[in-house]
């Protein structure tokens, strides 16, 4: 029986009403169902590996997968951060953090005639200090529940691996064809982004600790292991290490050491996390560096830090579409 062209009309329109509403509701999820994606591609074949080949039981192979980038993920994390932390415990004493002040206050009235801390300010920025400590506390919290919910996720995803790719090309009302091209524009976004970070990581660090060797950080292989390790941030990565190290040289008398410094992170260190990510991406997923800007922008905006990959991924799938649509709309119209 064919449906009345009033109630299909109906019937489409409630679907599209509630997909946006359900969409609209999971907008707090949006990191956990990115993680939880990015984590099921890369997984996917390693899953099929086990009970494929080595005919392990799916539930079985899904939770050890999970158990193993867990612990890959979580146990260096933990002694990083660390580490980290008890160098620069060092730096963060009440005498030590009075003496950087003082300097950087007489630096400034001397060249720049004006006071930057004054004790208002210095007061601010003690709340602002305590304000993020708490911040820190709550967010990390809501973390392991946000860990917790992807682990569950990610479990039942890969127990149905190609299932779910079955489902989405019946119910897709495109052909099959396009369905599979952005199936493979979404794996080779995310291993070229997974496999491009390391090694984005590994460059910054070399970069970053020649220029602290340069100017004379002490111990500049700690800190430029840090700045690497700052790179996998969006926006400010390593910056949150070479801007504090040369205003450090500054406060201890190297002024020009620290310009020399701050001008080497924003001109050499930071050209290699945009100069490198656009060869990876042009390299790897052939994409042209103005989608790459273009999604990075609208990525890192709308998603965080999943937006890395997930913006340029739109404009791909954007264009994708647009293709086949250009093509359909040109074979339906009479020669």
């Given amino acids: 029986m064919t449906p009345k062209p009033y109630l299909s009309s109906f019937t489409f329109w409630m679907m599209i009403l509630l997909a946006l509403l359900i969409s609209w509701q999971l907008i707090p999820l ?72 003082a300097s950087l206050d007489a630096i400034s009235e001397k060249y720049l005639r004006f006071t930057i801390f004054t004790p208002e300010n210095i007061k601010s920025l003690e709340i602002h200090i305590a304000g993020l400590f708490t911040n820190i506390v709550s967010m990390s919290f809501a973390m392991l ?28 009302p495109i052909e099959q064809e396009i369905t599979e091209k952005l199936g493979n524009e979404m794996e080779t976004q995310v291993f070229s982004n997974v496999l491009g970070a390391p090694v984005l990581a590994l460059l910054q660090g070399l970069v970053a600790t020649g220029g602290y060797a340069l100017v004379g950080l002490p111990d500049p292989f700690f800190y430029g292991i840090a700045t690497g390790m700052m790179s996998f941030l969006p926006t400010v ?43 990876m991406q042009k390299r790897i997923a052939d994409v042209h560096p103005i989608v790459t800007v273009l999604g990075l922008i609208i990525g890192i905006k709308s998603f965080g830090l999943a937006g890395i990959i997930f913006g340029p991924l739109l404009l791909s799938f954007f264009l994708i579409l647009l293709r086949w649509y250009a093509g359909v709309i040109k074979q339906s119209v009479p020669k």
């Fill in 145 to 172: 529940g946000n860990i917790a919910l992807l682990c569950f996720f990610l479990f039942f995803m890969l127990l149905y691996t190609g299932r779910i790719e079955q489902l989405i090309h019946s119910y897709l």
């Fill in 30 to 101: 949006m990191d956990v169902l990115l993680g939880t994606l990015i984590l099921y591609v890369l997984l996917k074949p390693a899953y099929s590996l086990f009970t494929t080949k080595l005919h392990v039981k799916g539930w079985l192979a899904s939770l050890v997968l999970i158990l193993v980038t867990l612990a890959l993920v979580l146990i260096p994390a933990y002694y990083t951060v660390l580490v980290f932390y008890q160098k620069l415990s060092i730096y963060m004493s009440q005498d030590e953090i009075n003496k950087i002040t």
């Fill in 237 to 279: 990565g390593s910056a949150l290490i070479w801007i504090p190290a040369g205003l450090w040289l500054i406060s201890e008398q190297h002024l020009y050491k620290g310009i020399g410094l701050l001008a080497f992170g924003l001109i050499v260190i930071s050209t290699v996390d945009n100069v490198f990510r656009f060869v």
